[in-house]
């Protein structure tokens, strides 16, 4: 399905509680999809844009405290943008050229982002459907907390240091 089509079949917003949905994605090889693996506790980040401004000032921050997040029982960090796997295995490249753990999923058809409800139409900056900015703790698969910013440039209740507080 394309990123357009996705829009028509955005959700409620996921709220604390609620299951995160298995849909497939993409990681390390554009032409085999995966879902994400949640056990234990997990972060799981969207972004609207790799390579944009505001999305390259947010997560070096967790690779930065990739260590202190696992010291805390993180079991994965997942940073998913709505972008095919080629450009987020490039981003990490840039965003962590000695390496991380940090995982850079491509939700290449925005049907994940699409399941969660952040979902947006960004066709006028970024050539189509986007996620909101959002950052959301799991037990699991079950939710526990989202933060999600009121504007998509904002990196405010989504930064590293303020969900490494709540983990």
């Known amino acids: 399905m394309a990123p357009e089509a996705s829009l028509a079949k955005v959700k409620a917003q996921i709220a604390p509680g609620a299951t995160i949905p298995t849909v497939s994605v993409k990681e390390l090889d554009p032409g085999a999809?995966?879902?994400l693996?949640?056990?234990?506790?997990n972060i799981i980040i969207?972004?609207?844009g790799a390579f944009t401004?505001?999305?390259?000032a947010h997560i070096p921050g967790y690779v930065d405290l990739y260590d202190q997040f696992k010291a805390k029982g993180v079991s994965e960090i997942y940073v998913v943008a709505v972008n095919d796997a080629f450009v987020t295995m490039a981003w990490k490249e840039k965003l962590a050229p000695n390496g991380t753990g940090v995982r850079f999923i491509a939700d290449d058809q925005g049907e994940?982002?699409?399941?969660?409800?952040?979902l947006f139409d960004a066709a006028g900056l970024l050539g189509g459907p986007r996620s909101k900015r959002f950052a959301i703790i799991t037990d699991g698969d079950k939710v526990v907390s989202v933060?999600?910013?009121d504007a998509p440039p904002s990196v405010t209740v989504t930064?590293?240091?303020e969900i490494l507080k709540q983990v």
């Open 33 to 35: 999809s995966t879902q």
């Open 37 to 41: 693996t949640l056990t234990g506790k």
């Open 46 to 48: 969207g972004v609207p």
């Open 53 to 56: 401004t505001p999305c390259n």
């Open 112 to 118: 994940l982002i699409a399941e969660l409800g952040f």
């Open 147 to 149: 933060a999600v910013e």
């Open 159 to 161: 930064a590293a240091e």
